[in-house]
């Protein structure tokens, strides 16, 4: 779960948000083996929202 949360954490403030199917592909990279469904249930009790939630945040603060 730590590993998600920096991830999400670590996203560029300037580009697009990370998607479930995003997030798969990087925790893959660090040799974790997750299913997309399993992403959304961990973003859910971290309390992480949802990537088209965080991409409208970006646009509301100007930065996309």
Do not use: C, F, W
Request: hydrophobic share 40%.
């Amino acid at each position: 779960l730590k590993t998600l949360q920096h991830i999400v954490d670590s996203e560029p403030a300037n580009k697009t948000v990370y998607s479930d199917d995003a997030l798969v592909t990087m925790l893959a990279k660090k040799h974790i083996k997750v299913a997309r469904r399993t992403v959304a249930k961990y973003r859910h009790i971290l309390n992480i929202a949802p990537s088209h939630i965080r991409k409208r945040g970006l646009k509301n603060r100007g930065i996309l």
